[in-house]
């Protein structure tokens, strides 16, 4: 699975868009980008996962560009309980299994 | 509809004691994963099952077995406990390849806390 590479660390203001890039420069033609979230120590959550067009979902949106070679999360009004570690991962159908890094540490603040 | 059970949920062992972590589901999921997350870490896979009766290693494997023998149920199993081995642990499943979402989206445990004196 090609590797991601996320900032360590966000902040956003309660109440605006938090944007999350996510670096993915050697992912192939195969590999879905996919984003989950951990709030506190609880197990992640998935968000959301795209191939190579723009996906929207009740929780958020992913922006891919044209060359795939990134992508960013767009969580549209964050709140508070927004705050979370979110992990980018790049990885083909039928891999077996799901590789995470380190992510981003968002903070949302009031 | 419970989704993904782990328990125990909290255990202290010493060095050198076994045990066993069980994980189970209740959505018929085929593939079902151990990971473990260090303070301030990402989560490290472990273990992994794509179906009943099979097994495969992850990244960290060292010091851990697995077994699958129920299709509902995945065991991971500590022979002699280290300090290294304190983490937490997740146990996470999923659809595979025939689920409505492809094979990505895994449902996670809430976690098990174990700490190795």
């Known amino acids: 699975d090609a590797k991601t590479t996320q900032p360590p660390s966000m902040d956003c203001a309660e109440g605006r868009a938090a944007n999350l890039p996510c670096n993915h420069s050697?992912?192939?033609?195969?590999?879905?980008v996919y984003w989950y979230r951990q709030i506190h120590s609880q197990g992640p959550q998935y968000i959301i996962h795209g191939l190579k067009n723009n996906e929207t979902n009740e929780m958020a949106s992913l922006i891919i560009t044209e060359d795939r070679k990134s992508s960013t999360l767009i969580l549209p009004h964050a709140t508070l309980r927004d705050t979370a570690v979110y992990y980018c991962?790049?990885?083909?159908?039928?891999?077996?299994?799901?590789?995470f890094g380190q992510g981003t540490r968002l903070t949302i603040n009031p | 509809n419970a989704g993904v059970t782990q328990t125990p949920k909290f255990r202290v062992l010493k060095t050198g004691q076994s045990m066993t972590l069980l994980c189970a589901q209740d959505?018929?999921?085929?593939?079902m994963y151990w990971y473990r997350q260090d303070p301030g870490m990402g989560l490290r896979l472990i273990h992994y099952?794509?179906?009943?009766?099979?097994?495969a290693k992850g990244e960290v494997p060292d010091g851990y077995n697995v077994s699958r023998l129920k299709k509902q149920n995945f065991l991971l199993g500590l022979e002699s406990a280290a300090p290294s081995q304190t983490s937490v642990y997740f146990c996470?499943?999923?659809?595979?390849?025939?689920?409505?979402?492809?094979?990505?989206?895994?449902?996670f445990g809430e976690g098990s806390r174990l700490t190795v004196l």
């Open positions: 959505m018929n999921h085929e593939y």
């Open positions: 099952s794509v179906g009943e009766g099979t097994t």
């Open positions: 996470a499943s999923s659809y595979g390849l025939a689920g409505p979402l492809g094979d990505g989206e895994l449902f």
């Open positions: 050697t992912i192939s033609g195969n590999e879905y």
């Open positions: 991962i790049v990885r083909a159908r039928g891999a077996q299994k799901l590789v």
